[in-house]
């Protein structure tokens, strides 16, 4: 298993980024993903998931409404698009694979996932 984020950077508050996730060596469609995230000296939190086929989604309170997780089956890949970033989105974000194959009920935490990419900063700064 191989997962490759991208997309990461230096953003002021209120602005987008749209993080992206190229999946290998697994059937990409038929598994969940999530895109999780770390701060210094917090521990790694599951901000977006999404179930494999019908694609149902869930995301943590604090970024409701402003990030949407997408996935794109014929690319292999799963996005994160962020909009009206705040600081406190500051973090090295991680895509991962579900641990269960064709399992399509909601996702938790990051127990839930057992491969992980090598992630991508996100700073968020005036």
């Known amino acids: 298993v191989q997962l490759v984020e991208s997309g990461g950077g230096l953003v002021q508050p209120g602005g987008s980024l749209r993080l992206s996730c190229v999946g290998s060596?697994?059937?990409?469609?038929?598994?969940?993903m999530g895109w999780h995230r770390q701060a210094p000296g917090k521990e790694r939190e599951l901000v977006a998931a999404?179930?494999?086929?019908?694609?149902?989604?869930n995301y943590a309170d604090s970024v409701k409404g402003r990030f949407t997780i997408s996935r794109d089956h014929a690319q292999d890949t799963v996005y994160l698009q962020m909009n009206s970033l705040k600081p406190d989105d500051t973090a090295v974000y991680y895509c991962?694979?579900?641990?269960?194959?064709?399992?399509?009920?909601?996702?938790?935490?990051?127990?839930?996932?057992?491969?992980w990419g090598q992630g991508t900063q996100v700073t968020v700064s005036s």
């Open positions: 991962a694979k579900g641990r269960r194959k064709y399992y399509g009920g909601s996702y938790y935490s990051s127990q839930d996932f057992d491969s």
């Open positions: 060596g697994f059937t990409f469609s038929s598994y969940g």
């Open positions: 999404i179930t494999y086929g019908s694609g149902r989604t």
